[in-house]
C-alpha cells in the first residue's frame, strides 16, 4: 500500500484528498478479502461490489472504489507483486449524466460579502471565495499558493494543477482587492500567532499554520448557508460556477478550457449546457412565433 499511494503521489501527482480515498478504498476491499479468507479474484471482488450495492451506496460510490481497486491491482502487475488483475473484465456501474451543480450569479455578491470583513478570518474568506470564483482554482491548486505568487499587484496567477501541468489563471478586480487587504491586514494576524517559521503559503488558518483542504470546504459551507438554506455545495462548485458564468457571458470553450486546466476539451463540454437558458431567452426574443404576441408586444 506504501508503495502504491507513493506511485500516485510521484507519477500522477494525485492530490492528498485522492490519496485518502484511495488508500480508503483498496483497505476497505481487503478487510473484505480478509474476512471471507476467500482468494483475491474476479468472483471476490464482484461479491464486494455486491456487498457494497446492499450496504446501499451509491454507483457513484461504487465506480469510485471499482477504480481505486483497478488502479491498485495495475500497480501490483508492473511492479511483479501480484500475477493477475482481479478486476479485468468487471464493468462499473453506468453512471448517469450530472450536471455539475453551480450558484446563481444573483446569489454570488451576497455569498462574497458574508464574511466578516473586520476580522483576519473574515478577510481570508472573502479573499478564498473571491478567489475561487474569480480563478476557478480546485482547492488543491488553491491551497498550493503562495505569498510570492500573488504579491504585486497583478491580474495573472501561475499555477501548478493536476500532472504538474503548469497553467495561467486570472484574476478580476474584486478578488485582487479582497487578495490585498488580506495579505496586508488579515495574514500578518494570523501568521502572528504561529510560534513556528512563517511557510509562505498564502492561505493560514486560526493559529496561523498553512489552511487544509477540510477548512475551505468548512468556510464555504458556513457562507453557502448564510445565502440559502437548502444550498448545499462544496467548493467545486465554484469552479463549476467560474465556467457556468464565463460560459453564459459569451466565453468560447477553449477559453474556458485553458483556463481550468483540462486536458482535453471533451471534460470541458459539460459546461456547454448552462448556454441553453442564454439561448432560449434569445430564441424566443428573436422568432417571431417563438413567443405569444403580447410577449413579444411587451418585450
Known sequence: ???FIEHLRQTRQASEHTLRAYSADVRAFLDFANETHDSVDQRLVRRYLSRLYQDGAAK???????AALRSFFRFLLTQRLADLDPTEGIRGPKQPKRLPKTIDENQIEALMNAPDAT??????????LETLYATGLRVSELLSLTIADVQGGGD????????????IVLLGRQARQALDVYLSSGRPAL????????SGKLFLGRQGKPLAASSVWRIVDKYVKR????????????????????MNHGADLRTVQELLGHESIVTTQVYTHVSLERLKAVYNLAHPRAASGADRLER
Do not use: Q, W, Y
Request: aromatic share 2%.
Open 1 to 3: 500500500m506504501d508503495l
Open 60 to 66: 457513484s460510490t461504487v465506480a469510485r472504489k471499482l
Open 119 to 128: 476580522t483576519p478570518c473574515g478577510l481570508r474568506d472573502r479573499a478564498i
Open 156 to 167: 495573472e496567477i501561475r499555477v501548478i494543477g493536476k500532472r504538474n501541468k503548469e497553467r
Open 191 to 198: 501568521a502572528a500567532k504561529s510560534t513556528k517559521p512563517d
Open 227 to 246: 445565502v440559502s438554506l437548502s444550498l448545499r455545495i462544496s467548493p467545486h462548485a465554484l469552479r463549476h460556477s467560474f465556467a457556468t458564468h464565463m
